[in-house]
């Protein structure tokens, strides 16, 4: 963030309207929940998690290895569980798994104690990113990952259409899509922006 930017927010404010409240960032793989999560929670000086790696630890394996022992539905009643833990023991920063939020019971668990933040990106951007560790994403080991994606992005936007704030993955760099979630952020806790 620019020094110039930076001042015109007045981080203490934010702090205190954000109250014992987190954040929590949902969206697509690739939508760059982790990445500006940490630059999110860096800025504000809170805590930052990330869900799958919180199940990842917990389980002792990997996603994809959950997935392919356990499957889908194994994977979700974890994950619940996790972010249940994560958002009643801290306030933090917390970045969502991409089929998180779908569930009705994280959902209202985030609007209990959260202000959601949807990361939204194109197609290509997606794919762009998550063709960078293809073998990370379960969901993708199809025999067309694009059109996969696309089924996925159609099915879940009107989802996370529900998060409190929307704001636009930047191509740009990650600095900029930080700097429009804070910005964002300041106009949803304080009213006003810059």
């Given at each position: 963030?620019?020094e110039?930017h930076?001042?015109?927010?007045?981080?203490?404010?934010?702090?205190?309207?954000?109250?014992?409240?987190?954040?929590?960032?949902?969206?697509?793989?690739?939508s760059?929940?982790?990445?500006?999560?940490?630059?999110?929670?860096?800025?504000?000086?809170?805590?930052?998690?990330?869900?799958?790696?919180?199940?990842?630890?917990?389980?002792?394996?990997?996603?994809?290895?959950?997935?392919?022992?356990?499957?889908?539905?194994?994977?979700?009643?974890?994950?619940?569980?996790?972010?249940?833990?994560?958002?009643?023991?801290?306030t933090?920063?917390?970045?969502?798994?991409?089929?998180?939020?779908?569930?009705?019971?994280?959902?209202?668990?985030?609007?209990?104690?959260?202000?959601?933040?949807?990361?939204?990106?194109?197609?290509?951007?997606?794919?762009?990113?998550?063709?960078?560790?293809?073998?990370?994403?379960?969901?993708?080991?199809?025999a067309?990952?694009?059109?996969?994606?696309?089924?996925l992005?159609?099915?879940?936007?009107?989802?996370?259409?529900?998060?409190?704030?929307?704001?636009?993955?930047s191509?740009?760099?990650?600095?900029?899509?930080?700097?429009?979630?804070?910005?964002?952020?300041?106009?949803?806790?304080?009213?006003?922006?810059?």
């Amino acid at each position: 963030m620019t020094e110039a930017h930076s001042q015109r927010i007045d981080k203490s404010q934010m702090l205190e309207a954000l109250g014992d409240r987190s954040l929590v960032f949902v969206g697509l793989m690739g939508s760059g929940k982790t990445a500006i999560g940490k630059l999110v929670a860096a800025w504000l000086g809170l805590p930052f998690f990330d869900s799958d790696h919180e199940i990842v630890a917990a389980a002792n394996l990997d996603i994809p290895e959950i997935f392919e022992r356990h499957g889908e539905a194994y994977f979700r009643a974890g994950e619940e569980k996790v972010i249940h833990r994560l958002l009643t023991e801290n306030t933090c920063i917390l970045s969502l798994g991409g089929g998180a939020f779908i569930s009705e019971t994280t959902r209202q668990e985030v609007a209990n104690t959260a202000i959601s933040i949807w990361l939204q990106a194109d197609l290509d951007l997606l794919m762009n990113r998550v063709m960078r560790r293809p073998g990370t994403r379960p969901l993708l080991q199809t025999a067309d990952p694009r059109a996969t994606l696309a089924a996925l992005k159609e099915k879940r936007e009107p989802i996370y259409a529900l998060a409190d704030i929307h704001v636009p993955s930047s191509k740009i760099s990650k600095n900029h899509t930080r700097d429009a979630v804070i910005d964002q952020l300041a106009i949803y806790l304080l009213g006003k922006s810059e």
